[in-house]
């Protein structure tokens, strides 16, 4: 049913009708002085009840054009009533049973966000253009098939069950990449080639660092229990390699030979050697790791400034690298 049907059967107005071109200001004090019963239209229709929303001259429900979130409540599908213009903001998608993201915007200003969409496997429709972020969390993807290729932003994946490849990003990444509890992608084989700017995996389950991409400024890995090994990650890291409560971890074999900044594989219980870390860095932190009992395996290494490797267990300090600022013991 249509919101004019409802209107005509539920209400009395003044006139029975809404002419088309005068509709906006009719219905604008129809729906003033009668809200509380034009909200139950919204309520069997599956749709949250807004306060500027629209009509536009076929009577559909128009989405206004700024910030907008739309919850499909029970549908599979947004309502073909439902006409969404560009947004000028950002656009919030959810809905537990949706599957399909037909009838979203097709341009979107600000960032585009997908949450809590649990049976939404595939991007099958996107906008085409996105001017902020992309950010998909709490959903059912399984890759990132159908994100425009013009696409050049931001993208933030969060608590992805499902995603196991990360196919669909372009190969040359030019902005930062954000990865947090998708336990389910064990691999970065199908992921770019090349980043331009921070990566960030969080609680993934990645055994190694095969197929990582090349010119990160930054690298940060966390809590990846599953990690056994750093090979694949690349030779140098113009800033950050963190590598940090990653407790598969035994040794650093695979690490960056150079890294600028500050290198750290802090909090990994079970780092035995700290073979195969880096040639050189600015900082080297290998803090909090209770296993650690030698620094034997970075005694060719140069560290500008310090070292800390404070609560660990160092039986001796006489094989050491060159350290040319102070090493933290405690």
Not at 80 to 103: M, V
Request: with cysteine.
């Amino acid at each position: 049913m249509k919101l004019t049907e409802y209107i005509s059967e539920k209400l009395t107005i003044t006139n029975k009708t809404i002419e088309v071109n005068a509709q906006t200001e009719k219905f604008k004090a129809i729906r003033e002085e009668h809200q509380d019963e034009i909200k139950p239209w919204f309520e069997a229709n599956k749709m949250w009840w807004r306060y500027d929303w629209k009509l536009n001259e076929d009577f559909e429900v128009v989405i206004p054009s700024n910030d907008f979130t739309l919850t499909v409540l029970e549908d599979e599908v947004i309502p073909d009533y439902i006409q969404i213009a560009p947004i000028k903001g950002l656009f919030t998608i959810s809905g537990k049973n949706l599957k399909s993201l037909r009838g979203i915007p097709d341009k979107v200003n600000g960032d585009f966000i997908i949450q809590n969409c649990d049976n939404l496997k595939q991007l099958d429709v996107m906008p085409s253009n996105i001017g902020g972020d992309i950010n998909i969390e709490n959903s059912g993807i399984e890759n990132l098939i159908g994100i425009p290729k013009s696409f050049d932003g931001v993208v933030n994946l969060k608590s992805l069950p499902n995603l196991t490849s990360l196919s669909g990003l372009n190969d040359i990444f030019n902005d930062n990449l954000s990865i947090k509890d998708c336990e389910n992608l064990t691999t970065l084989k199908d992921g770019p080639k090349k980043i331009h700017g921070i990566i960030t995996i969080n609680g993934c389950g990645l055994t190694s660092l095969e197929y990582f991409p090349v010119g990160a400024r930054s690298i940060y890995i966390y809590n990846c229990q599953e990690l056994k090994t750093l090979k694949g990650a690349p030779k140098e890291v113009t800033r950050n390699f963190y590598c940090v409560n990653c407790n598969g971890l035994t040794n650093l074999i695979g690490a960056p030979e150079k890294v600028g900044k500050v290198f750290s594989c802090s909090s990994c219980d079970n780092l035995e050697s700290l073979l195969g870390g880096p040639k050189e860095t600015y900082d080297f932190i290998c803090d909090e790791c209770p296993s650690l009992t030698s620094l034997e395996g970075i005694k060719d290494s140069v560290i500008r400034n310090d070292l800390d490797c404070s609560d660990c267990n160092i039986e001796s300090y006489k094989v050491k690298p060159t350290v040319n600022g102070r090493i933290i013991k405690k």
